[in-house]
């Protein structure tokens, strides 16, 4: 059991390790957690995909299984491989000491002993403190093969490896998906999931996600801040700040002792925010004064 009752109490509870969402993205956690189905999150980067596992794991006191897919991943690399140095030091040593029985030795060499685990065997297995959070990320960089396997997997929740069978987990992981969608992943897998757009947040999220991620910003400062990123994402650039980016820049003010935005400093930490030198050279001369203004507008007094 989760022990989260609500999804008043799944907000309360994510807020209080820092992860700060709104109601839809709490229903469909809570729901995700009370029907035991994997969640399938999909979004820009940088948008908090990753982070609400890790929020969750903590909350829920439970351990946090990474499984980061890219281009080539098989199933066989996110199961399990064999420690190929130690089974041959074991072969030279059963050599030098004249030991003839290879199915013996085949066995050990193929055991438990030598058994590498990757993340998918090891949500598999028993853990102390209840089911483990497993955490397939970027799901969208590995290709169709590998989603046919892990439909299978998440199904069952079982592996098997031919050396020694299957191994089904004695209690399903609670399985968080997320996709930047640099492709689109598979229908069959999405059903296999509840599914979640996350999106940027609001200003008055997002403020609430820089006071719990950067609290020592000052309320002035703080809200420059959002303002400037929010009005930077209506901008056509090849890619839009993140939540994180607003977190690092916010960081990277305070490590400046920065009191207020100014275009001087909007150019010296523009890296913070913008990963792409096309994107920058958009902020240079008076692009980055007018981006202000236009925020700074749009800012109630407090």
């Known amino acids: 059991m989760t022990g989260m009752n609500s999804i008043s109490e799944v907000q309360d509870r994510l807020a ?7 109601r839809s993205l709490a229903t469909v956690v809570f729901l995700s957690l009370r029907l035991g189905r994997p969640l399938f999150l999909e979004g820009e980067a940088g948008v908090g995909k990753t982070e609400i596992a890790k929020a969750l794991a903590t909350v829920l006191g439970r351990n946090l299984i990474r499984l980061q897919c890219y281009e080539g991943l ?12 130690a089974q041959m030091v074991a072969i030279r040593t059963a050599e030098a000491g004249g030991q003839a029985d290879r199915d013996v030795l085949q066995r050990e060499l193929f055991g438990p002993d030598y058994l ?14 209840g089911a483990p959070v497993l955490l397939i990320d970027e799901l969208d960089r ?3 093969p590998f989603e046919a396997f892990l439909l299978e997997a998440l199904s069952d929740f079982q592996v098997t490896i031919p050396e020694i069978g299957t191994i089904k987990a004695p209690e399903p992981p609670i399985v968080i998906l997320t996709s930047n969608r640099t492709r689109e992943v598979h229908d069959a897998l999405k059903r296999r999931c509840l599914y979640h757009w996350v999106d940027y947040p609001n200003f008055e ?9 950067a609290p020592e910003a000052a309320e002035s400062l703080a ?9 930077l994402r209506t901008e056509d650039l090849f890619k839009k700040p993140g939540v994180a980016e607003t ?14 935005l100014s275009p001087e400093v909007i150019a010296d930490t523009l890296g913070a925010i913008l990963k792409y030198q096309d994107d920058i050279q958009k902020l240079q001369g008076s692009e980055a004064q007018r981006l202000l203004d236009e925020a700074r507008a749009e800012l109630e007094p407090v």
């Open 223 to 231: 809200r420059e801040i959002v303002a400037f990123v929010q009005k």
């Open 247 to 260: 977190i690092d820049w916010a960081k990277c003010l305070l490590a400046l002792d920065v009191i207020n």
């Open 74 to 85: 098989d199933a066989a690399s996110a199961v399990y491989e064999w420690n190929f140095a």
């Open 116 to 129: 590498v685990e990757r993340p998918l065997l090891q949500a598999m297995r028993p853990h102390q403190s």
């Open 205 to 213: 999220r997002e403020m609430a996600i820089l006071h719990a991620r």
């Open 16 to 22: 209080g390790a820092g992860y700060v969402c709104g």
């Open 142 to 144: 590995t290709d169709e």
